[in-house]
């Protein structure tokens, strides 16, 4: 079956710690994203990656980093410099190009705490 | 002014009547526009999308858009407790990825 995997489902971090979060796809798209979500919250652009080896910050971006060297996997990495890491982080994928409709394809989410 | 943005509810209906959720945009090129249902603690689902003006019916679910207001909207049907969740609407401008409003929470009252 396709779809998009993330791990951990749980994460618990110590403060100055980084952590990464895992992304793997096999819907053969070529756009991958990373949002967070806060309670109550709508989910806000952390990086994007439209092509292989190519990445864009999104919204907010900083105290993130991420890498795209494979088509199918997209790690984020939550840095010690992420002030308010805690959060439900949430990776999703996209065709591309003319057959973009913009519809994105969601993992099942990854839930950091920060202790 | 937010660039998508719902009422964050909570919106309360008897099972059986008709939920109607609104969402307004600011962006006038937008392209084309989802809804997503989220239970909580889950990862959103897409139920519907539309790319043009008018009614779009699936179902129990009918998906509204109107453009020259930038308004879309969402008409669920006959509520069931099973509807009960939070309703994101996204946004496609063509600039890189959905934008997402804050989500409307919706309770259907058994």
């Not at chain 2, 009960?84 to 996204?90: E, G, M, V």
Request: hydrophobic share 30%; aromatic share 12%; proline share 4%.
């Amino acid at each position: 079956d396709g779809g998009i995997t993330q791990s951990p489902k749980y994460l618990f971090r110590k403060e100055g710690q980084n952590v990464t979060l895992s992304c793997e796809q096999n819907l053969n798209h070529d756009a991958m994203y990373w949002y967070r979500q806060d309670p109550g919250q709508g989910l806000r652009l952390i990086y994007y990656s439209q092509i292989v080896n190519d990445f864009q910050k999104g919204d907010i971006a900083e105290g993130y980093s991420v890498s795209r060297e494979k088509k199918e996997s997209f790690p984020l990495t939550v840095t010690s410099a992420q002030k308010n890491p805690t959060a439900f982080y949430l990776c999703a994928s996209s065709l591309q190009g003319a057959r973009n409709t913009g519809e994105l394809f969601f993992g099942e989410g990854s839930r950091l705490t920060v202790l | 002014q937010k660039e998508v943005e719902q009422n964050s509810g909570p919106l309360s209906v008897p099972e059986g009547a008709i939920a109607s959720l609104n969402c307004t945009y600011s962006d006038r090129g937008s392209q084309s526009f989802f809804w997503y249902r989220q239970y909580s603690g889950k990862s959103p689902e897409l139920i519907m999308s539309i790319y043009s003006n008018g009614d779009k019916e699936d179902g129990r679910f009918t998906a509204q858009l109107n453009k020259a207001s930038q308004y879309v909207s969402l008409l669920i049907r006959v509520s069931l407790p099973s509807d009960s969740a939070t309703y994101l609407c996204a946004v496609n401008t063509g600039r890189r990825a959905l934008t997402f409003g804050s989500g409307t929470r919706l309770q259907v009252q058994p």
